[in-house]
């Protein structure tokens, strides 16, 4: 624990000005981001008695060994600045919200030449209109099954596409009039993009003008005595009419409007959000958040605000933003989301009529979401807690592991050799933690070497990274044989990350934090592996055991019999589910190196020739045995392919080239070449 006065900076030394601080560990690690519109009369209240300080901030500044900032010209400044540094930095003592689920959108894909409606889920992508969020994909299906009838924009997949456009023939959808078949050429580009912005615009909330139009056309269309017609549109009509009864009016006036309301207590907070457009309600999503930092509703609706539209920009910030509580500087949130709208938005608390009422159904949800996590929460706490107080007991730990890590080696007899690091804290995969290994020593099948070589590299990177941070002012040398390619690696293998080796960039390290307990997927040989690699390092402090398939059975090193747990133990239940994400998530690696290995041409081997060239070469000459066959000042025909690179590929692919030709000995057939240069 440290003090705050040995940090704390000296009189004058702060700025009376806006800003943004940052407190960091003694690690260097960035604990907590704060903004204030004066950072000497924000910082002084971090800095007085211990005994005065709500309990999360006195437990904060005594984790932190230091404190900077930077100063910025306005609080619309800060608060950006804040947003940005939290979600870079990922404080643990700042607000977090998590999402309750993964909510779907209704998407029409405007950024391609022929726009398509679909269910989308995570991330936004842009140049993507979107529309909710939903509570489940099934009502968006419901409601563009109901609207296809009126704007018949195109829904299928890439694939289907391309396909009707090769065959002249459209899909279902287009013979039955749910589709305008731009695939076959129904439609101009043109006319279909038009379809899909009336699309989007009816699902924005300007409704009234397509019904009257198509009553308007209806009549028209009756007086002509044109009945079929007319009653074609009759049903368009009743269509839109029961898409838009799927959203009942909730706002008399059309408005467009975010509410969002908070429901809390001493430890945790649910925040509930509906997105009502045109006066219906379009979505509605839910997030819960521990309150690891001392923070009232004001602050919570803040970081709601931060969270919420931090990424977004221009129609989806809202006109208008209905709260519970405005935020300590509303004039600055204001600003902000005026910025990122690019037009005036009113933050307020509605206080009388229908906005009034519909924020008490807002507040209803969010004290039902609360309820509901903390029940599930207690649930799940117990259940866990118990696990591992019963893996303690099992392994003779003295406390309970609270972190664990898995080791697993996965192959194809011998071949893309693997590994896999799977992280659980209190019971629960850190996925953003999990790291993948190749197995760079030695060539073959050996899990129990592998399994050494992949130990010794983690912890390595963790004494490494002791040393850096002064935990400690001497290092052990190691005594056996251990690798000196760092592990870890996302991906590509073992490399280490941009930025990771930095001093001060204030992000956790990927092996800076050491397990309480180490599993390794095997018997007593992986179980002796894993061990002599740690002694090897001069690490005794973390425990080791290993989870054999066959029996379930948990083996400790040095013993020769394994530890039973029985079949209905919650801790036997917890290793396994460690043990077998450890496995998914190896395989998984394995199996997508063997694809890429399999999928490799003699084209890879060309230096600067990257996949656009590659395809446009193949697609030229029609398959690798006729671009061998080319000469150089063909292969230059090909845009983008200069003589020097035409060179290189010729070279390439002449030391690519098979000895002889592959012969059937059943038939005496030649076997020929296919367009990956592989024989059949």
């Known amino acids: 624990m440290a003090d705050p006065s040995s940090y704390r900076p000296k009189p004058g030394q702060i700025p009376d000005s806006p800003g943004v601080y940052k407190f960091r560990d003694?690690?260097?690690?960035?604990?907590?981001?704060?903004?204030?519109?004066?950072?000497?009369?924000?910082?002084?209240?971090?800095?007085?008695?211990?005994?005065?300080?709500?309990?999360?901030?006195?437990?904060?500044?005594?984790?932190?060994?230091?404190?900077?900032?930077t100063v910025v010209a306005t609080e619309v400044e800060a608060l950006q600045l804040e947003y940005s540094w939290i979600?870079?930095?990922?404080?643990?003592?700042?607000?977090?919200?998590?999402?309750?689920?993964?909510?779907?959108?209704?998407?029409?894909?405007?950024?391609?030449?022929?726009?398509?409606?679909?269910?989308?889920r995570g991330a936004k992508k842009k140049g993507v209109r979107y529309f909710g969020p939903y509570g489940h994909a099934w009502a968006i299906r419901e409601t563009v099954d109901l609207m296809l009838r009126v704007f018949p924009v195109r829904t299928c997949s890439a694939g289907v596409f391309k396909n009707a456009a090769r065959t002249g023939r459209p899909c279902l959808l287009g013979y039955i009039g749910k589709c305008s078949a731009p695939c076959v050429g129904r439609v101009t580009p043109?006319?279909?993009?038009?379809?899909?912005?009336?699309?989007?615009?009816?699902?924005?909330?300007?409704?009234?003008?397509?019904?009257?139009?198509?009553?308007?056309?209806?009549?028209?269309?009756?007086?002509?005595?044109?009945y079929e017609r007319a009653a074609r549109l009759r049903d368009?009509?009743?269509?839109?009419?029961?898409?838009?009864?799927?959203?009942?009016?909730?706002?008399?006036?059309?408005?467009?409007?975010?509410?969002?309301?908070?429901?809390?207590?001493?430890?945790?907070?649910?925040?509930?959000i509906f997105h009502v457009r045109g006066g219906r309600v379009r979505g509605q999503r839910g997030w819960v958040t521990d309150k690891v930092e001392n923070v009232d509703t004001s602050g919570l609706v803040e970081h709601a605000l931060q969270q919420l539209y931090g990424e977004e920009s221009g129609d989806a910030v809202p006109k208008e933003v209905l709260v519970p509580a405005l935020p300590d500087d509303p004039a600055a949130v204001s600003q902000w989301l005026a910025d990122r709208r690019g037009s005036q938005v009113s933050l307020r608390i509605p206080q009388r009529g229908d906005k009034k009422d519909l924020m008490v159904t807002v507040q209803r949800n969010a004290q039902q979401a609360l309820g509901l996590h903390k029940t599930k929460r207690a649930s799940d706490l117990t259940t866990r807690s118990r696990a591992l107080e019963e893996i303690a007991e099992a392994l003779g730990l003295d406390t309970a592991p609270l972190r664990v890590e898995c080791f697993d080696i996965s192959h194809l007899q011998g071949d893309d050799v693997v590994a896999s690091m799977v992280v659980f804290e209190d019971g629960l995969a850190r996925k953003g933690e999990y790291r993948r290994f190749q197995i760079k020593g030695f060539e073959g099948q050996d899990d129990v070497r592998s399994m050494h070589e992949v130990i010794s590299r983690r912890f390595r990177r963790y004494l490494q990274e002791k040393e850096r941070t002064g935990e400690w002012e001497e290092t052990p040398a190691p005594t056996g044989p251990v690798p000196a390619v760092p592990g870890g690696g996302d991906g590509a293998g073992d490399t280490q990350a941009a930025g990771e080796s930095r001093e001060d960039d204030g992000r956790p390290?990927?092996?800076?934090?050491?397990?309480?307990?180490?599993?390794?997927?095997?018997?007593?040989?992986?179980?002796?592996?894993?061990?002599?690699?740690l002694d090897e390092l001069g690490i005794d402090d973390i425990a080791v055991c290993g989870l054999a398939k066959r029996l379930e059975e948990v083996w400790l090193p040095d013993d020769d019999d394994p530890v039973v747990l029985p079949r209905s133990s919650e801790g036997l239940y917890l290793?396994?589910?460690?043990?077998?994400?450890?496995?998914?998530?190896?395989?998984?690696?394995?199996?997508?190196k063997r694809a890429k290995r399999i999928r490799a041409s003699p084209l890879d081997a060309v230096p600067g020739l990257g996949d656009t060239r590659k395809q446009a070469l193949i697609k030229h000459f029609g398959s690798v045995k006729k671009l061998r066959q080319a000469t150089i000042e063909e292969i230059c025909e090909v845009p983008g392919i200069g003589r020097r690179t035409a060179e290189s590929v010729a070279v390439a692919l002449a030391a690519a080239a098979p000895a002889a030709p592959a012969v059937n000995t059943a038939t005496g057939e030649i076997m020929e070449e296919d367009d990956g240069g592989s024989t059949t």
């Not at 689920?101 to 409606?117: G, M």
């Not at 019904?211 to 044109?226: F, G, H, N, Q, S």
């Not at 838009?244 to 429901?263: F, N, P, Q, R, Y």
Request: one cysteine or more.
């Open 26 to 69: 003694e690690h260097r690690r960035v604990i907590y981001v704060g903004k204030a519109k004066s950072l000497r009369q924000r910082l002084a209240n971090y800095f007085q008695d211990l005994s005065g300080l709500h309990p999360r901030t006195r437990t904060m500044v005594t984790t932190a060994a230091s404190v900077e900032w």
């Open 87 to 120: 979600k870079e930095f990922d404080p643990r003592f700042n607000v977090k919200y998590r999402d309750d689920k993964s909510y779907p959108y209704l998407a029409v894909t405007l950024n391609e030449e022929f726009p398509r409606v679909q269910v989308m």
């Open 190 to 226: 043109e006319e279909h993009r038009e379809l899909a912005d009336d699309f989007c615009d009816f699902m924005a909330g300007r409704t009234g003008t397509y019904i009257r139009r198509l009553e308007k056309d209806m009549m028209a269309a009756a007086e002509e005595m044109e």
């Open 236 to 272: 368009d009509v009743e269509a839109l009419k029961r898409a838009m009864e799927k959203s009942a009016v909730v706002l008399a006036d059309a408005t467009d409007a975010d509410l969002i309301a908070v429901a809390e207590d001493e430890l945790e907070a649910a925040v509930q």
């Open 509 to 533: 390290k990927r092996f800076a934090y050491p397990p309480q307990l180490l599993v390794v997927d095997g018997g007593q040989p992986q179980v002796a592996a894993a061990k002599r690699a």
């Open 575 to 592: 290793l396994q589910r460690v043990r077998d994400e450890a496995h998914r998530f190896a395989i998984t690696y394995q199996r997508a």
